[in-house]
């Protein structure tokens, strides 16, 4: 049995690699000169790999701090790196710190390293973390093989050191926070998705869990987006450090009535699936795009906006979201009497909704929401 | 009177877990009305700080609000928060 077999190449957002042994032969401490040991090329070319499908690379060494300055020397090879950890820690601790500054689950990092001991002390003190030896690389790579590649994906390594400068820049700013925010000047466009975004939003489907509404699965959103009464919406967003391209989609079922249904019905818009990127997270970009969807429900002539929800160990934060938006639950139930679309609650899930009369909560002042009407005809 | 007394606790201990998840100043929150919107202008929770305070509630009273109440009525003001947890903690 392969060591990666049960892998499930969704749940992984990062490999963390140990240098001496693992990227280089050497043992950079131990040479002779201050120059950096040549990395295997293997070992690059997988890095690489792994960047075209989504997947960003990091370090975390048990070496001396020295070392990373002799790799900041080396540009080519320290630009594909994230957050890397050089340090006398435990490796535990380095994969821990390494999640926290990209702002993802530490189950979401797989550590390849050539130490056994390493890979015990990782297991034991981080047991959601699969670690894996030099030698499985290639089976890690087989893993990802089916996966598409998309421009979002090949961008991802990139926007995230866009981030990183982001947050270097923010502990240099000296002022308030919400100061700071304005000063990054963050736009977000909200339209409906052309084909080419498509496979961005299915990507977010897959690999989104804090900010999930529901867990729809990308086959079936894709099925539901080209199906009658269906609009399939996404955000972009854009500070001054970039461009974050798609963080966020969102299906509207537009098929659904009130129940029961008024002879003068307003409409409602239902949205089986709200997915968003922790990419941006804490900036109010996830509210934002909630917030100008159901102005736009309202500005479609819908009287209801409601969101399927399905609590899971992960999508907390998506119900708190869904609650400051004033989406409370509903009586809608499984099967829905409309359509039949699947759309509707089950038994582990509810459907929360709203009125759109009345005020709507707005975003956040720092953040510039616009519409975006680029969509195909 | 206990129970009283209790809710009051847990009051003003939930009107300082909520400034440190808002990153207000715990004085300023101390002096709201307790039926102050968490999500309005003048605490404005984020749903990042309110993963963050149901949190350290959980931790502080061992209560998983969470998970006891699906569509999160009881994170309207500090008022009704203040109820869930106290009445909680009384069953415990």
Redesign the interface.
Known sequence: MSVTDRFDPDGVKCVVWDLDGTLWDEIAVESATDDLPTPRPAALAAIDELAARGVLSSIASRSAPSVLDRLDAVPEVRARFLAPQVSWQDKSESLRRIAKDLGIAVEALVLVDDSPYERAEVEALLPGVRTLAPEDVPALLAAFEGREVTAESRERVRRYRTEETRRAEGERFEGS?EEFLRWCDMRLTVGAATADEIPRALELAARTHRLNSSGLTPDRLRELASSDGHELYTARMTDRFGDYGIIGAALVDRTRRTRPAAPADPGVWSVPLLALSCRV??R?A??AFLFRLMERARAAGAGEFRVTLR?TDAN??????L??AGL??TDEIAGGAAGGTGTAATADS?V?GRTLQGDL?GSPAWLHVSDREDAEA | MTDTRERAAVERELRSLIAGAARLDEAVVAELPADTDLFGPRIGLTSLAGVTLLGTIDQRYGVDVAALDLSLDSLQSIATLTDFVASHLQSH
């Open positions: 926070r997270a804490g109010g996830a509210a609590p907390l934060e998506m119900r708190i979201l609650r400051q409370r639950r509810a929360l909560p």
